[in-house]
């Protein structure tokens, strides 16, 4: 089906022989492949991904205003669970990872049903379990670098999260300045929020190297890059393809 009206970052995934459907619920708004259509399945699991979510924090308001990490709970529903972890890993507050956590919530649930596999983007960020390499574009809104290269991710390394934090585009805070903050991670929740804290620190060019190397050490972050502009940096176990 055609992508929704605004979202041409939604081309930058590049899989083929899954099909593709959207769901939107409230706020959340997914873009699915899978090996059929799926929407009532993934309605359904993206309201009681919502419904856990917002029944946790009606009695703890902080969860969703905190920018600092919040305690784990073992007792905690996923994808609160997942939340409380990777922002204590990231060193932000939970609802950083609220879309990356959302989206593996979803994906992991539509795995049984999708032998081939399945890709669920939520506002860019990625969930992703494939059978087949998958490659997924470096969006960076106006800059001249953006959707010229991509990342290629193969199946070993798959679940992966791959999401992505900006200065200049979107409606989720960020504190820095760079047009695009992109981590691979082990999970989409660990690579939302680690995509938040890296982009909070790169307000100018000088501070990408350092601010690539500090969310390397993160446990779980596989690999990241930062676009500034007309400037590129990267680290990790990252495979860079040109796209044409």
Not at 154 to 174: F, I, K, N, Y
Request: aromatic content about 4%.
């Amino acid at each position: 089906m055609s992508e929704p009206k605004g979202h041409a970052y939604r081309r930058r995934v590049r899989a083929g022989g899954l099909a593709g459907f959207a769901v939107r619920v409230e706020q959340t708004d997914l873009f699915v492949r899978a090996s059929r259509d799926m929407t009532d399945e993934t309605y359904d699991l993206v309201r009681r991904g919502r419904e856990r979510i917002e029944s946790w924090a009606a009695g703890r308001p902080e969860f969703l205003t905190s920018l600092h990490p919040l305690p784990s709970n073992r007792l905690a529903p996923s994808p609160v669970r997942e939340m409380l972890e990777a922002g204590r890993t990231a060193g932000v507050g939970p609802m950083a990872a609220v879309a990356g956590a959302l989206a593996e919530f979803v994906g992991l649930r539509l795995i049984p049903a999708s032998p081939e596999g399945v890709i669920v983007e939520n506002g860019g960020d990625v969930f992703l379990q494939t059978a087949d390499p998958v490659t997924i574009g470096l969006f960076a809104g106006v800059s001249k670098l953006s959707l010229r290269l991509g990342l290629r991710i193969e199946p070993r390394d798959m679940p992966a999260g791959v999401c992505t934090s900006s200065g200049r585009l979107g409606h989720s805070l960020s504190l820095g300045r760079a047009d695009a903050a992109t981590v691979v991670g082990a999970s989409a929740a660990l690579a939302d929020a680690a995509a938040t804290a890296l982009g909070n620190r790169v307000r100018e060019v000088r501070e990408i190297e350092p601010a690539l190397e500090w969310v390397l050490s993160l446990e779980g972050v596989r690999g990241a890059a930062v676009v500034l502009g007309d400037r590129l940096g990267f680290l990790g176990d990252l495979d860079l393809v040109a796209l044409g």
